[in-house]
């Protein structure tokens, strides 16, 4: 059987999932940040070299706070397509570039990975790329929002390769890093 939705219950199928996706999105982001120990108070990020593009540190949170935010209303409008045409895989596409988001903080500040971080954001971006196409063929809008959120990620892998050149003794990525913790 098929039936038709009224657009007052396509609204309130997208609010639903609204509530649902942006809290969602937007504390696994947090929390993802908070467990690595990202940002400025973290000694070995302290102590690196600073790209010259390195925006001022409150910037990270307030851009990926409004990132997130349009991620959850992206993610809710491909969710609340239903019976639309590859969906699933849309939404596939969306949980594999974002559990690869949340992985660039731990690689980066607490593994202290540089080189992997940096790979990190290549692959996220090319998930992005996909993901904004199987968003776009469902609801072009969904694709649109994240638009912001690829040049973001774009920007952040120049910065991770910039961090890399200007500090490749302190990356950790092939097990040598130059911070040594002491314990006493």
């Not at 974002?98 to 971006?125: D, E, K, R």
Request: charged share 10%.
């Amino acid at each position: 059987m098929n039936y038709l939705a009224s657009s007052g219950q396509l609204r309130a199928s997208l609010l639903r999932w609204s509530l649902f996706t942006v809290p969602l999105i937007v504390a696994l982001g947090f929390l993802a940040g908070q467990a690595a120990g990202s940002g400025p108070g973290n000694p070995w990020f302290d102590a690196l070299k600073k790209p010259a593009i390195y925006p001022p540190p409150a910037a990270f949170g307030i851009v990926w706070s409004v990132l997130y935010v349009m991620m959850g209303v992206s993610f809710a409008m491909i969710l609340s397509a239903r019976g639309a045409r590859g969906r699933g895989l849309a939404a596939a596409a969306f949980v594999v570039q974002l559990v690869l988001n949340l992985a660039w903080s731990p690689t980066f500040f607490a593994l202290h990975q540089i080189t992997g971080a940096f790979w990190i954001t290549v692959a996220m971006a090319l998930a992005i790329v996909l993901t904004i196409v199987l968003f776009w063929r469902i609801r072009p809008v969904a694709g649109m929002l994240l638009l912001p959120y690829l040049a973001w990620v774009c920007f952040a892998s120049v910065l991770t390769y910039q961090f890399l050149q200007l500090n490749p003794d302190a990356d950790g990525a092939f097990g040598t890093s130059s911070t040594v913790r002491v314990e006493i």
